[in-house]
């Protein structure tokens, strides 16, 4: 996502390839909350919009004829910077467990 920071959304849409990448990632990322929360992980609390993000992995992996390129660059921008220190806190604090 670091990819994303310095570029503007005219280039970012233009990228096939990097946006293709930016939104994999996110699929993934919203499918490994999912089950994560499906096997009983209470990450509500902890994850900042759960359910957007969880929902956007569903909107990529089934409407992707709807994926709105402003969005992901909006999300990869405002967004995941947010999510990754969310989700760098729950690991460190599982490690120290």
Known sequence: MARVAGLTLEHFSGDEVL??????????????????ERAGADLAGAVPQLRKVIGLRNVLAHAYDMVDAK????????????LLEALHRILATDDAE
């Open 19 to 36: 946006r293709a990448a930016i939104e994999r990632k996110l699929e993934v990322v919203g499918e490994a909350l999912s089950r994560a």
């Open 71 to 82: 969005l992901i660059y909006a999300i990869s921008v405002n967004h995941v910077p947010i």
